[in-house]
């Protein structure tokens, strides 16, 4: 990061503004001054001072501790951010653009910038409401248990999570917080877009940080489910281990971190409840999440006590000594870094195993503690009374010798050589020339270990981004994508993975490849270095490799991404598919991207899929039960009616007596794997209760499986461009309708398109977004009202269930999750033998869509002999409701059907066909003032040709022309329809204030197939 960049962020914050968030400041003179209350007390209130003008952008001193700086130096002290954090938060309030940031990082820095600011005022509504259901049963037992008071429960929060794990969703959901951040917050496990509290049962324990709560766990309490009792502490979800969760929330956190502010003396205990009693006896305390400090903690204890005067560590006094091991460990940290550490021994009676620090305040008044705080010994006068003397005087003098070396190497020489002269001394009975002798030996060892040092320096001079660049460079491949975007694959465990360049898991790989090699962190400069030399390598060096997303072709296979941790991939060929390990270079994934169950071969079972959906269709479609009108259990797959028994005992699938709308639905899932080609848009409508966003998510974990499911319709252009990008089945749920942008980009992405737009931070470079995409929407009327999209799209209408054939919703996931393997399997073997068919396929006709058309028609056939034309029929039948629906949608269209419904040709300009036409819209009650019915003779000539094609569908060609007199001319013809449109037409729904019509089309073709399958569900 380049100094004026620093410099310019610097200028532009306000920084009386940005400390006053934290603590009110009141002008006096020049400066502003107030209190650093969230550091430490103030008697005068003035101890913090603020000069606006000092610096580039102002500079601030505290008289009291002494920390100063200017705003980079604030939000690091006083917030806890580490530098990057920082900056990217301090450009994001100042509006300054940081270089080297692609829009997906920017994005993913804006939703952090985003929880940062929303998730505290929620897990303090969490609070209160655990807070709300504490009863007199638990005030008592944590009297009892840990000898806590009202004043201190109330004080800190502390409450109980009911056992009914949708209260907290209800109440929060009351106070007007979205599900989305609910989800964010880690309070929640998120199963198929359900929200439940992952506390129940359970005492809840607020971790506070500069007064707000920042994490929570849940600890034991009588009462607790079985299955809860396995753990004593249950902490909140993070987003290391649950993808849904925001980064914002951190388990880094240490309790009690407050009370370090302006402290003198610090009493650090290993358990939450200890540390709670500690605080209410008025003792300034921190503890770890749980029971034990992590060594990661170590920097950051390091870090709060710098100014602490004198350190206490009182761990648990079990007969283990697991406690004692525990704070001896965090003591000689402590005390090799240069702080004073004295440890606190807890008496404990004859007999009993464990006393902590909560039970002793419980029982003992404060002043006992005091009193043991005054005897309290360094950690190195208890390593010398735990060592035991041998009998043998040479095997003592080794013993003694092997803890100097050790132990006392690292620490104090003023400490060490009086632990050797008194404490070791005595314990051992040495002699003045011993002593001498020990004296030396330590001396030696501590050059030895100095010298050590020296030489691992000289020997290896090489600077971090050199020894980064060549752990890279050996271990990793680096190339580029078609649009020159720079990526890496690296060895992570068992396999192989592919990420940008810039991308935090590879720097992640990066830095703990460093460390594995150095032992050593690098640091941020370092970093930046690398990744910038990696860049480069990779564009200018790197091979080029089409990258795709979930599907993809190469080397004549289609090749399907699992998704799973262990970057497999399925690949599928016309004979048949397996499942491969370490694929070639051929995908990439992003955040959203969630994993795919393994496929078990199974020939039948993609109709097991039939049974979770409950589509509406005509009546002269063919009928069966769905899963929702039979039994509520997952046994009524097994019952379903569309399958026989032969005279040959073997199993005989006929779709005689499927709709075509299930045949259509069928085929499109399968077509949805094939790579390259354009998906028709899914259209799914049906009235509340229809289980529309059911059938969404069944689809997406077939095809495209993600850790969020279902979206709400983006309403920036940049935001559905990225979500577009990042997902490869898109789905969108209760949308009421589309705007033109909207649409138009939805049309793009079901055909092949992209957006381009000026690359952040920059003057002239662009970013291109380049999709393909499947993509689904759901509403209670159908959505697709455009021409365009409704052309590029399959109208799926569902049932609404009745109340009396719901199901639980688990019983109804969980018969779906185990029907899901056999479907999936069912539709890569159907794949792989289209695969075989497809080169013979050649369409008389071809619809829109052509592409999925004839893969359509090469499914419906590897599905059994005459299984194209079945689909054909259905596929036909499906454009011709999509045309009405875009007639029935388009005033304009109804009004000319009006128009021509007693004529077999008409021409005339524009101007005379509009007055034609505002008469017909009269007469049938179509509103002329709305929007969509246009107000001049060029306006009229747009909105025909997006009407175009769907008023040949109906038989009525339309041409338009432009005469010598420079006039537009409309010339429309009645024709019969051509066989791509002889189906049956439904009737047209009333739309946009207008009144439709329905039409009559030629007969519908009727058709059936079948398709043998012998007793090991093989194909005869």
């Known amino acids: 990061m380049d100094n004026y960049t620093i410099s310019e962020i610097k200028t532009k914050i306000d920084l009386v503004e940005l400390i006053s968030e934290d603590t009110p400041l009141t002008q006096h003179g020049h400066n502003f001054v107030g209190s650093h209350n969230n550091k430490h007390d103030s008697k005068s209130g003035t101890c913090l001072s603020v000069d606006p003008d000092a610096g580039d952008g102002g500079l601030y001193y505290c008289f009291h501790c002494g920390e100063g700086g200017d705003c980079f130096s604030w939000v690091i002290n006083n917030r806890g951010m580490a530098f990057p954090e920082a900056l990217q938060y301090l450009a994001q309030k100042a509006g300054v653009p940081l270089p080297e940031m692609d829009e997906e990082t920017r994005q993913e820095y804006q939703r952090l910038y985003n929880d940062r600011r929303d998730l505290p005022p929620l897990l303090m509504a969490a609070a209160d409401f655990y807070h709300s259901q504490l009863r007199g049963e638990h005030y008592q037992d944590m009297s009892k248990r840990w000898g806590l008071t009202k004043e201190t429960i109330k004080r800190f929060k502390i409450g109980y999570a009911p056992l009914d794990r949708t209260l907290l969703v209800k109440h929060l959901g009351s106070l007007g917080f979205s599900r989305e951040l609910m989800a964010k917050s880690g309070l929640f496990w998120v199963k198929n877009n359900k929200l439940s509290s992952i506390f129940y049962g359970r005492i809840i324990i607020p971790y506070w940080r500069n007064n707000q709560i920042v994490y929570m766990i849940g600890r034991w309490f009588p009462g607790c489910p079985d299955d809860e009792k396995v753990k004593k502490y249950q902490k909140q979800l993070v987003s290391k281990n649950h993808p849904f969760v925001s980064p914002a929330i951190s388990n880094e956190y240490l309790y009690g971190e407050d009370s370090v502010r302006g402290a003198k003396e610090l009493l650090i205990t290993e358990g939450v409840a200890d540390c709670l009693m500690a605080l209410q006896a008025g003792f300034n305390c921190i503890s770890p999440v749980t029971v034990r400090f992590r060594k990661t903690d170590y920097p950051k204890i390091l870090q709060l006590v710098r100014r602490v005067e004198q350190v206490y560590i009182c761990n648990d006094q079990e007969d283990n000594h697991a406690g004692e091991n525990g704070a001896l460990d965090t003591a000689a940290f402590l005390e090799t870094n240069g702080i004073t550490v004295r440890l606190v021994t807890l008496p404990r009676p004859e007999g009993v195993f464990k006393v902590d620090l909560a039970e002793y305040l419980r029982d003992n008044p404060v002043g006992a503690f005091r009193g043991l705080m005054a005897g309290a010994r360094s950690c190195w006068e208890i390593k010398v009374d735990r060592l035991s003397v041998p009998a043998n005087r040479v095997e003592a003098i080794r013993t003694i010798q092997n803890f100097v070396k050790k132990d006392l190497v690292n620490c104090d020489s003023l400490v060490a050589n009086t632990i050797i002269k008194f404490n070791l001394k005595q314990k051992f009975n040495l002699d003045s020339t011993e002593v001498k002798e020990l004296l030396k030996v330590r001396g030696t060892a501590v050059k030895e270990a100095e010298k050590k040092k020296e030489e691992g320096e000289k020997e290896d001079k090489r600077t971090q981004s050199d020894i980064l660049i060549e752990l890279a460079l050996s271990a990793a491949t680096l190339f580029h994508d078609e649009q020159k975007e720079p990526f890496a694959r690296f060895y992570v465990s068992d396999h192989f993975e592919i990420w940008p360049v810039r991308n935090k898991f590879f720097k992640r790989w990066l830095v703990g490849k460093y460390f594995e090699t150095t032992g050593k962190a690098p640091n941020s400069d370092a970093i930046g270095q690398t990744l910038g030399v990696l860049e480069a390598k990779a564009v200018f060096e790197g091979p080029e490799y089409v990258l795709s997303l979930r599907v993809a072709e190469h080397d004549g296979a289609f090749w399907y991404d699992l998704g799973d941790e262990k970057w497999r991939a399925l690949k599928i060929t016309a004979v048949g598919y397996e499942i491969v390990n370490n694929p070639p270079i051929i995908f990439r994934r992003f955040k959203n991207t969630a994993a795919q169950v393994e496929p078990v071969l199974a020939m039948n079972g993609i109709f097991k899929l039939l049974g979770f959906v409950n589509l509406k269709s005509g009546a002269s479609d063919g009928s069966f039960g769905s899963f929702e009108n039979q039994s509520s259990r997952g046994e009524a797959l097994q019952r379903q009616a569309f399958w026989s028994l032969g ?34 848009v899914v259209d799914i409508s049906g009235e509340k209760g229809a289980a529309k966003s059911t059938f969404q998510r069944i689809l997406r974990k077939l095809v495209d499986p993600a850790n969020m499911e279902i979206y709400t319709m983006p309403t920036d252009k940049n935001e559905l461009a990225l979500n577009l990008t990042t997902n490869y089945f898109a789905s969108y749920d209760n949308l009421d309708g589309l705007s033109s942008w909207q649409s138009d980009m939805l049309c793009g992405a079901a055909t092949g398109s992209g957006v381009t737009k000026r690359e952040l931070y920059s003057d002239m470079e662009e970013v291109i977004l380049k999709y393909r995409r499947c993509i689904c929407l759901n509403g209670i009327n159908s959505v697709s009202t455009r021409a365009d999209l409704l052309d590029r799209g ?30 999936l399997g069912s539709v890569f073997n159907i794949l792989s033998r289209a695969m075989a068919i497809f080169p013979t396929v050649k369409l008389n006709s071809k619809p829109r869509m052509a592409d999925f058309a004839k893969w359509g028609y090469a499914i419906g056939e590897a599905m059994g002999e005459g299984g194209g034309q079945l689909f054909l029929d259905a596929y036909y039948n499906n454009i011709h409701q999509a045309s009405e629906e875009a007639i029935s949608s388009s005033p304009v269209a109804s009004a000319v059907m009006a128009f021509m419904a007693d004529k077999t040709e008409w021409e005339g300009t524009m101007t005379s066909l509009l007055r034609h036409l505002d008469e017909a819209a009269n007469k049938e009650r179509i509103n002329t003032k709305a929007k969509g019915w246009p107000k001049a003779a060029h306006i009229l ?10 008023l040949a569908d109906v038989g009525i060609q339309l041409e338009i022309t432009r005469k010598e007199n420079n006039l537009s001319y409309a010339v429309f013809r009645k024709s019969t329809p051509s066989k791509l449109q002889k189906v049956k037409s439904s009737t047209m729904q009333s739309n946009q204030g207008f009144q439709g019509r329905s039409f009559e089309g030629a007969l519908e073709l009727e058709g059936s197939f079948e398709y043998p399958i012998d007793d090991e569900g093989r194909w005869e």
């Open 941 to 950: 000539t747009k909105r025909l040709k997006l009407i175009k094609s769907n």
């Open 647 to 680: 005279a040959s005992g073997a199993s005989i699938y006929s779709l005689r007596n499927l709709k075509k709308i299930q045949i259509l639905l069928l085929v499109y899932l399968v077509a949805s794997y094939v790579p390259g080609i354009p998906h028709p």
């Open 794 to 823: 399959i109208l799926f209408k569902l049932n609404r269930i009745d109340p009396e054939n719901r199901i639980d919703e688990n019983e109804f996931w969980t018969a779906f999750e185990e029907a899901r393997p056999e479907i």
